[in-house]
């Protein structure tokens, strides 16, 4: 079965600052991979995903994700981190099966001080 | 735009009074999913509809179930709600792997 894990669950950055949100997951096969963010009270939206190809994916936001197969990880990245950007993030894997059902790491918490 | 829409935003119900959340989508995707996310924690799938087939997970209560009467809507109910189940429920539906498409959700609160 497929898994998501997320190490940390509360990071704090300054403004301006880069950050960095990693992600390991455990899947038999090549997974489908999101990062989602989630504002307080809010619904979740996709900040980026990677089913194939590239390995380097570009989101909204200015957010990018490396998908490294020998380590089992897709971390989240962005080189200056914005005091908007401060919420909780989710990476999701995702099973290629017939349908397609994804899972949630146990998410990120993001502060961002001014 | 074609969307994922939940309503209501917010429900309040009574201790043990049944409830329906509703999802509805103009995407025409034939999955449609139910997830439960309690405060600050990640959203747990509680079930699929894979077109008419219904797909329970196994640790999802009895107390859920689910309708789905077309390609559209997709209901969620809650037969004898209890304080724990206080939460936000979120609808996602999806078309093969591209597609898949979060609602805003809808936050219950159980008094």
């Known amino acids: 079965a497929q898994s998501v894990t997320q190490p940390d669950i509360h990071i704090t950055v300054s403004e301006g600052a880069s950050l960095e949100l990693r992600c390991n997951y455990s899947y038999g096969a090549t997974p489908y991979l999101f990062w989602y963010v989630q504002s307080p009270g809010q619904g979740l939206q996709l900040l980026l995903k990677y089913f194939s190809g590239d390995t380097l994916v570009q989101g909204i936001k200015g957010f990018e994700a490396e998908f490294k197969r020998s380590q089992s990880s897709f971390n989240l990245r962005k080189p200056s981190v914005h005091w908007s950007d401060a919420a909780e993030y989710f990476c999701?894997?995702?099973?290629?099966?017939?349908?397609?059902?994804?899972?949630f790491g146990p998410g990120t918490s993001l502060s961002v001080i001014p | 735009d074609a969307m994922v829409i939940q309503n209501p935003r917010y429900q309040v119900t009574q201790f043990g009074k049944p409830v329906t959340l509703s999802c509805s989508q103009t995407?025409?995707?034939?999955?449609m999913y139910w997830y439960q996310q309690k405060s600050s924690q990640a959203p747990k799938l509680l079930f699929h509809?894979?077109?008419?087939?219904?797909?329970n997970e196994a640790d999802t209560p009895d107390n859920f179930q689910s309708r789905r009467p077309n390609t559209s809507f997709c209901f969620l109910d809650i037969r004898s709600p209890g304080l724990g189940d206080a939460a936000m429920y979120l609808c996602?539906?999806?078309?093969?792997?591209?597609?898949?498409?979060f609602g805003s959700g809808t936050r219950l609160t159980v008094v």
């Open positions: 996602a539906t999806s078309k093969g792997a591209y597609g898949y498409t």
């Open positions: 995407l025409n995707h034939n999955v």
């Open positions: 999701a894997v995702g099973a290629k099966t017939s349908y397609d059902k994804v899972i």
């Open positions: 509809y894979y077109d008419k087939d219904f797909n």
